[in-house]
């Protein structure tokens, strides 16, 4: 059962579906260059713009600036990670195109067990 139930499927997107719900260290391990470059991008690009935006046109005192610095540089790497991992769910989902992750995912399904984890919600009466 999917968490969410509006999830694509196999049968409407327009590349290869993998998974509709993978685990983040699936999703983290599946991110590309491109994606891990987007991400530092903004993480150093925003900060650094608003460093220059305040050089050029000072909005407030200089002495604030680092104040400023320690809450925007945490929140755009936050971003940025967002950012990668969103592209890297798109793949996953079939939005993008995804066939050197679906080629990584079938080498990998190879070698994974198929039994299922033992758990407290297994569908057996204890």
């Known amino acids: 059962m999917k968490f969410v139930s509006n999830l694509p499927d196999e049968n409407h997107v327009p590349y290869k579906f993998i998974a509709a719900e993978p685990h983040f260290k699936h999703v983290v391990r599946y991110m590309r260059t491109s994606d891990m470059a987007l991400a530092g991008a903004v993480a150093a ?29 945490p929140f755009y790497a936050s ?38 984890p033992k758990g407290w919600m297994d569908g057996q009466d204890w």
């Open 45 to 73: 690009g925003f900060p650094a713009l608003h460093i220059m935006w305040e050089r050029l046109s000072p909005s407030f005192h200089p002495k604030h600036l680092p104040r400023l610095m320690l809450i925007q540089v």
């Open 79 to 116: 971003v940025g990670f967002m950012f990668a991992a969103q592209r890297s769910y798109f793949r996953f989902w079939g939005w993008k195109e995804n066939s050197i992750e679906a080629a990584r995912w079938e080498a990998e399904a190879s070698t994974r067990s198929t039994e299922k």
